[in-house]
């Protein structure tokens, strides 16, 4: 059983920055990828960004490219969302997951990950 614990999130305007961090309680060497999804009022929840733990390897969607930026620290044992220029459109309650063996085909699938975080609240006003 993995536990993940996510910090950051809050309040921010428009056009600004903000962070929100992953930290697992342990790993696992199958394929690891560590992601981001986020569910806004009314809205399904939706893939953000995912990462591949020992490569580093990065996917984002579409809606995020360019303007967010995920990472992991092996030494920190830490993944996080670096979020910029950020818009309203981008408030929600943001998700950490966690899923082993996962290929790529499946990154942006909810069903993919097996542990998630009980999410962290980002609001951008205008």
């Known amino acids: 059983q993995v536990q993940l614990v996510e910090s950051g999130g809050g309040l921010v305007q428009a056009g600004g920055s903000l962070s929100v961090s992953c930290a697992p309680s342990e790993r696992t060497s199958n394929r690891l990828v560590m992601a981001w999804f986020r569910q806004a009022p009314g809205k399904e929840r939706e893939f953000v960004a995912g990462?591949?733990?020992?490569?580093?390897?990065?996917y984002y969607s579409d809606s995020v490219k360019g303007r967010f930026t995920i990472s992991r620290d092996k030494a920190k044992n830490t993944m996080t969302l670096q979020m910029n220029s950020l818009n309203t459109e981008d408030t929600a309650v943001y998700y950490c997951?966690?899923?082993?063996?996962?290929?790529?085909?499946?990154?942006?699938?909810?069903?993919?990950?097996?542990?998630w975080g009980q999410g962290t609240q980002v609001a951008v006003s205008s």
């Open positions: 990462i591949r733990w020992d490569a580093g390897t990065s």
């Open positions: 997951a966690y899923g082993a063996g996962v290929i790529t085909s499946s990154v942006g699938r909810q069903s993919a990950y097996r542990y």
